[in-house]
């Protein structure tokens, strides 16, 4: 199993910017696409965005034009870059890896994730 640890998260004033990174060890996250989740209070964890193993990105309308997803094989990283942060993005944002829009638990499970607040 590919383990991965996401940090970056913090504090942020609204139309501030953060970067979250995911770091992987284990297996190389490279083999799989790799997805950015968020979950905030009383709601329900949703898909924010997702790199393919082949660089197609997907983004859900709510952060399109303000969220850019990247990764860095040398330094198996993939990174959440968010820019112009509204109160709504304030959530818990997990990585999880990805194969064709789907997840593989057997091969990549949820983690602490990282806490990203947006308060004035």
């Known amino acids: 199993q590919v383990q991965l640890v996401e940090s970056g998260g913090g504090l942020v004033q609204p139309g501030g910017s953060l970067r979250l990174s995911c770091a992987a060890s284990g297996s190389s996250f490279s083999f799989y696409d790799m997805g950015w989740y968020r979950q905030a209070p009383g709601k329900q964890r949703e898909l924010v965005a997702t790199?393919?193993?082949?660089?197609?990105?997907y983004y859900v309308d709510s952060v399109k034009g303000r969220f850019a997803v990247s990764r860095d094989k040398a330094l198996k990283t993939v990174y959440l870059q968010m820019n112009s942060l509204k109160f709504e993005d304030m959530a818990v944002y997990y990585c999880i890896l990805m194969s064709g829009g789907r997840l593989i638990p057997g091969v990549s499970s949820w983690g602490q994730g990282t806490q990203v607040t947006v308060s004035s």
């Open positions: 790199l393919s193993r082949g660089g197609v990105t």
